[in-house]
């Protein structure tokens, strides 16, 4: 059994891709339904046999999410920069940018 420190680079409701401290890419299992991440997360990870457990969940630094249907969405955490791209011409929205904005 062996710990160490990741970040989430993807997630589902069960399993998570996880970038390790060497930069390599790995699939992980949830340890439990109370852990819940999102991409961007700093993770505690177990190594068991060839099986990578998540374990814990750091503080978060920030996280970005977005709420529909009375339901809340998290997509992002840690953020440094955040870019918004838009459409440009008839396409062209404020509306779009207002609410990314606001979220922030």
Known sequence: MTLFKA?????????AE?????LK???????S??????????VICEKQKDE???????NRKNIFKRSYQ???KELA???????IVSAV??????VFIDRVLAML
């Open 52 to 58: 990578i457990i998540i374990t814990k969940v750091e």
């Open 7 to 15: 970040v989430i680079t993807s997630a589902t409701r069960r399993h």
């Open 18 to 22: 996880i970038c390790d401290e060497n």
């Open 89 to 94: 011409g008839a396409l062209f929205n404020t």
């Open 25 to 31: 890419l790995e699939l992980g299992k949830l340890g």
């Open 70 to 72: 009375h339901k809340v």
């Open 33 to 42: 339904r109370s852990v819940s991440v999102c991409v961007g997360d700093n």
């Open 77 to 83: 955490a840690n953020l440094d920069h955040l870019f």
